[in-house]
């Protein structure tokens, strides 16, 4: 586990460093066995359903998807639908893990996620948030890939916020901006809009790869944004 001297370095970015201490004291809902019995149902009417997903991705993001290289993947919150299935169709040899609330719902997502072949780092810019930041760089050191909704768990929708940042410059790790295009789609009546794909519909995967930190802070320089910006016009362009 980083020092807190040496985490001090990222405060600025993302939270106070006093923050860490009280993050020890917050709850985490773990995903208990009846968590799994109660999703499980979920999940297999899921994977059915993910089955049928037309996935179109062109070459160059098939390459960057596909790359051994661990990443950082960036989507926005309300297509976490598609995770597993871009896990699963392009990354299954690669372990990752996704940020998910340390809250009794999370326990839940956790739990699916799990029986999605993706683990869990619990925490959010709210409640853990410190400790969710180090277990990720940890995760990340590990040779695993992490996936960060920018803009969750509780919004503005589609608006990134900064906590990927502090990630992306502790550990060096390439960041991976994922827009996902489904073509027919239904959305949930929630403050992201979730979006549930038709059966047999085509969704659009397409992929920019950003090699570093200092690659995030030289591009969204040059295009006059900040990164929170540079990522947020790209995921919605």
Avoid at 46 to 55: D, G, S
Wanted: some cysteine; hydrophobic content about 45%.
């Amino acid at each position: 586990m980083l020092s807190l001297t040496f985490l001090s370095t990222f405060a600025p970015i993302f939270f106070d460093i006093s923050q860490i201490t009280m993050d020890r004291l917050t709850h985490i809902s773990e995903a208990k066995f009846y968590h799994y019995i109660a999703i499980f149902p979920i999940y297999v009417f899921v994977r059915l359903w993910q089955a049928t997903i037309r996935m179109q991705v062109d070459k160059e993001s098939r390459a960057l998807v596909t790359s051994s290289e661990r990443m950082i993947g960036l989507a926005w919150h309300n297509r976490i639908f598609f995770l597993a299935l871009c896990k699963n169709a392009y990354r299954k040899k690669f372990p990752m893990s996704a940020l998910i609330s340390s809250s009794k719902d999370g326990a839940y997502l956790a739990a699916f996620f799990k029986l999605m072949n993706v683990g869990a780092v619990r925490g959010s810019s709210k409640h853990r948030g410190g400790l969710a930041i180090l277990d990720l760089i940890d995760t990340l050191a590990d040779g695993s890939d992490v996936f960060i909704t920018p803009d969750g768990p509780r919004g503005p929708s589609q608006k990134a916020k900064s906590g990927f940042i502090a990630v992306a410059k502790a550990s060096g790790a390439r960041i991976l901006l994922m827009r996902i295009s489904p073509q027919n789609y239904w959305t949930v009546n929630s403050w992201d809009k979730f979006i549930l794909p038709f059966p047999f519909s085509k969704v659009i995967l397409k992929n920019k790869n950003i090699a570093n930190y200092e690659e995030l802070m030289r591009l969204s320089s040059e295009a006059n944004m900040t990164p929170e910006e540079y990522v947020g016009a790209f995921l919605n362009s």
